[in-house]
């Protein structure tokens, strides 16, 4: 049993406390003790560093990487997907992201390969798909008649999106608990990547939604909900939904509503500017989808800055997939830049996103007792807006990720 202590280093532990200089030793891949003048087996120096839990992002779609071409689903070979997927895991534990939710595509094999430790890759809750309305955000019937292959297509492991009615609904969560899923993700609401939606008209209807968050609450599941319009997030807020995904345009009303029902926000920053960021890269980004994305951004950010500023629990997340993964952490800048201090974006994507997906007890803090998920940053600066270059070492149960 090597006992790995880092030391010195200057450790925000994720439990509200101000970073305070110490050690942290890991043992058995867990965190054996917190203090100072610790000691181990084998360590690292972290004079000068800045330490914080491993990152969280509750919100990443793997079968997907930025890139909008409808020809890449089209051309790609079925199995394709799983190995595309293996390294863009890869690349976001290098990020410094230990944990994430996976909000629509990835399968049982993917999250269970790497439990097996065939692929390295962040710890994983997923959602298989995102179950959607006919002509819902996840619909993926095009005017011509035909389907748009996409990252949330049918097969065995992960089963068909589309439900309409209660009665469908409890078929179709249950399909979901038995193919893996964690938590079940629908659209309340339209969206941005689909051309045949409206992102401000509300989608299901109350006796739906309901019927989703009994038969998710009877198997232990949190429900999370895209949902962009203020009808489709109240709607969302109403049935007992945990999380609230982008929450485009979020009103006064809405905001009392979260507070009262402890609702968490994912606000995705960064994935709007995404869209506008591909396309300006000269990517190929249909232009309905484009316009939809340049006339929500600036609501966005307004729409956030309020439930921050309100008190609205917030959870990191960035809908990495339909931005390149392994750019998580510009998320955090973009938490800052709406007025939040580095120490709330860093709870925000740890212990408070550990809250979220009901892991609180496991990881997300750094304390005895606690997986040994730990990232370590070059400089000691208690600052947000570059922790993404900073990365230096990405520790993941004990295991030095090379
Ligand atoms: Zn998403």
């Excluded at 790497?114 to 809750?125: A, D, K, S």
């Excluded at 009103?251 to 009262?260: C, F, G, K, P, R």
């Excluded at 997906?357 to 040994?372: K, N, R, S, W, Y």
């Amino acid at each position: 049993m090597t006992r790995l202590v880092l030391t010195n280093g200057r450790i925000f532990d994720g439990t509200g406390a101000d970073p305070a200089v110490g050690d942290i030793v890991m043992e058995d891949g867990l965190i054996a003790d917190v203090g100072s003048g610790l000691d181990g087996d084998e360590s690292i120096d972290c004079r000068g560093k800045l330490i914080t839990p491993g990152i969280f992002d509750c919100h990443v779609h793997f079968m997907a990487d930025g890139d909008f071409s409808p020809n890449t689903h089209l051309n790609a070979p079925f199995s394709l997907q799983f190995y595309l997927a293996a390294e863009r895991m890869q690349r976001t534990l290098a990020a410094g992201v230990t944990t994430v939710r996976e909000a629509g595509g990835a399968d049982l094999g993917v999250k269970e390969a790497r439990e097996l430790g065939l692929i390295p890759g962040p710890r994983m809750q997923i959602s298989l798909t995102m179950l959607s309305q006919t002509g819902g955000h996840g619909d993926s019937w095009e005017v011509c008649g035909g389907f748009m292959p996409g990252m949330m297509d049918e097969h065995p492991g992960r089963p068909h999106n589309i439900v309409d009615g209660p009665e469908e609904m409890r078929r179709k969560v249950r399909e979901l608990v038995r193919a893996g899923a964690d938590v079940i993700k629908c659209a309340t609401s339209g969206g941005v990547i689909s051309p045949r939606s409206n992102p401000s008209h509300a989608h299901f209807r109350d006796d739906e939604l309901d019927a989703m968050v009994a038969e998710a609450s009877a198997a232990g599941r949190h429900v999370m909900a895209h949902a962009q319009a203020t009808d489709g997030i109240k709607n969302a807020i109403r049935a007992g939904i945990r999380s609230i995904e982008h929450g485009i345009w979020l009103d006064d009303e809405a905001i009392e509503m979260m507070l009262e029902a402890g609702t968490y926000l994912v606000p995705t920053l960064i994935a709007p500017m995404g869209v506008i960021d591909a396309a300006d890269r000269g990517a190929d980004v249909a232009d309905v989808i484009l316009n939809k994305a340049r006339a929500v951004v600036e609501d966005h950010q307004e729409s956030v800055g309020r439930a921050i500023g309100a008190g609205v629990k917030i959870a990191m997340g960035t809908d990495s997939g339909v931005t390149p993964h392994g750019e998580n952490l510009r998320e955090l800048a973009a938490m800052a830049n709406l007025g939040m201090t580095p120490g709330q974006v860093l709870a925000s994507s740890t212990s408070i996103a550990a809250e979220l997906m009901g892991i609180e007890d496991e990881v997300g803090t750094l304390q005895p007792g606690m997986a040994a998920d730990v990232v370590v940053f070059a400089g000691d600066d208690f600052d947000v807006t570059n922790l993404g270059a900073r990365v230096e070492t990405v520790i993941q149960a004990g295991s030095v990720h090379p």
